[in-house]
């Protein structure tokens, strides 16, 4: 997209950012299930947060952020981060009612945005952004911690790990399958 259909249609912007949200809670869902429940609530060492607590913490911000996100500052008075980083849900099916809500807060306000709120501006902790910006901030930290979700996810599963994304190895066979027939590297611009 460049300049001028974003000009043309602003709303392509706000489907962008919804579409990049789904695409990163769909990465956490289907790392998460691969992990038991034991392994959810498990950290690496005592200076590192385990899934079930990455999860809690993303849920809150995105309540947090995104519950009236163009008529109050994105950081509720009833919001307690600290407690965030503290594994208090007692089972996987509440921890993951939590994280839905939250994520459900932040598609659901992305997807009411008209045209004329992306020229709005929104506080966060009392500071004035832009909606695009607040939309990209609350996208980029989302992202981090879906990462770490991940990573913990895939070295907790071991061997029993199905790979997100493309595998280890099979980029060449993916490109062939997806550009038909070998004609990506041409596509690519190395010009066989």
């Excluded at 997209?1 to 990465?27: C, I, Q, S």
Aim: hydrophobic share 40%; with cysteine; charged share 25%.
């Amino acid at each position: 997209m460049n300049a001028t259909n974003e000009a043309a249609n602003p709303l392509e912007w706000r489907d962008g950012a919804v579409a990049t949200f789904r695409y990163h809670k769909n990465l956490a869902d289907r790392a998460i299930v691969q992990v038991s429940d034991d392994a959810l609530r498990r950290s690496l060492d005592e200076h590192t947060n385990s899934i079930a607590v990455i999860m809690k913490h993303v849920a809150g911000n995105l309540r947090s952020r995104w519950t009236d996100f163009l008529t109050s500052d994105g950081e509720k008075p009833w919001r307690h981060r600290d407690d965030e980083f503290v594994d208090t849900f007692a089972t996987r099916d509440e921890l993951t009612a939590a994280w839905d809500a939250g994520w459900q807060c932040a598609l659901d306000a992305l997807a009411a945005l008209s045209a004329d709120d992306l020229a709005r501006s929104v506080t966060v902790r009392g500071e004035v952004h832009s909606v695009a910006l607040a939309t990209e901030r609350s996208l980029a930290h989302t992202a981090y911690h879906v990462g770490q979700i991940v990573l913990l996810a895939r070295h907790w599963a071991g061997e029993q790990w199905t790979t997100l994304t493309i595998a280890r190895g099979g980029s060449e066979v993916y490109n062939r399958a997806a550009w038909s027939g070998g004609d990506y590297q041409r596509r690519a611009g190395d010009g066989k």
